[in-house]
């Protein structure tokens, strides 16, 4: 079964500092596609970036990056020099041949 | 363009009444997904309709069902409602079908309150 961990319930920083948000996933297929959204308070998801399966390079956006790891079903995500308006919960998703499941989501905190 | 839009927003229901909710998908798009978020259980996946054909179904029970118009708007509807069910209802678009692939845009959501 599908499956997505993030065992980072909630995290404070304060504002500039780096942060990375934990994701860990559990999967069969050799073919998938993660994915990492933000829901600010406003309550709409807002997409942040795809990776299928076969593409382990690393992205960055901005002061948003990713690290996609196969060897230990990893999918982090960083934000450096965080600001206030990162404040949000951020969700890593998998999906694929089953329909998108979603890890609990890691709820952060940047405090001015 | 507009985003994806769900009406209403908010609404109170006691329980064994039903309730519908309503999507407007981003204008092209002809995929339509929905999702149940709770604190307990987080993200749940629903369903999925494209071109008015149901997709895929998630893991809840028959008292939850939806469809798609000819004009991709979608509707859920929830029968016999249960405590349980209180939740937010996120909707969520895209171009193409197979939304477990692809990129989606999500509304608002509607929260429901069942007491």
């Known amino acids: 079964a599908q499956k997505v961990t993030q065992a980072q319930t909630e995290i404070s920083v304060v504002e500039k500092e780096d942060v990375t948000l934990d994701c860990v996933y559990e999967?069969?297929?050799?073919?998938?596609?993660l994915f990492w959204y933000k829901q600010p308070p406003s309550g709409e998801l807002v997409f942040l970036i795809r990776r299928n399966s076969f593409d382990e390079q690393n992205e960055i956006s901005g002061r948003y990056s990713w690290n996609f790891q196969k060897s230990t079903s990893s999918f982090n995500f960083t934000i450096t020099a965080s600001q206030v308006v990162d404040s949000a919960v951020y969700f890593c998703?998998?999906?694929?041949?089953?329909?998108?499941?979603f890890g609990k989501g890691t709820r952060l905190s940047v405090i001015a | 363009k507009a985003g994806v839009t769900q009406t209403p927003r908010y609404l109170i229901k006691t329980r064994g009444q039903q309730v519908t909710l309503s999507c407007s998908p981003i204008s092209g798009h002809r995929s339509v997904s929905w999702y149940q978020q709770t604190p307990g259980q987080g993200l749940q996946f629903l369903f999925e309709y494209f071109s008015e054909t149901q997709r895929n179904k998630g893991n809840f029970p028959g008292r939850f069902s939806g469809r798609q118009f000819s004009n991709s708007r979608s509707e859920m509807n929830v029968s016999t409602l249960e405590l349980g069910d209180s939740a937010l209802y996120l909707c969520?678009?895209?171009?193409?079908?197979?939304?477990?692939?692809?990129?989606?845009?999500f509304g608002p959501g509607t929260r429901l309150t069942v007491l």
């Open positions: 998703a998998l999906g694929g041949n089953t329909p998108l499941v």
């Open positions: 999967t069969r297929d050799t073919t998938y596609y």
């Open positions: 969520a678009s895209s171009p193409q079908t197979a939304s477990s692939y692809n990129e989606q845009f």
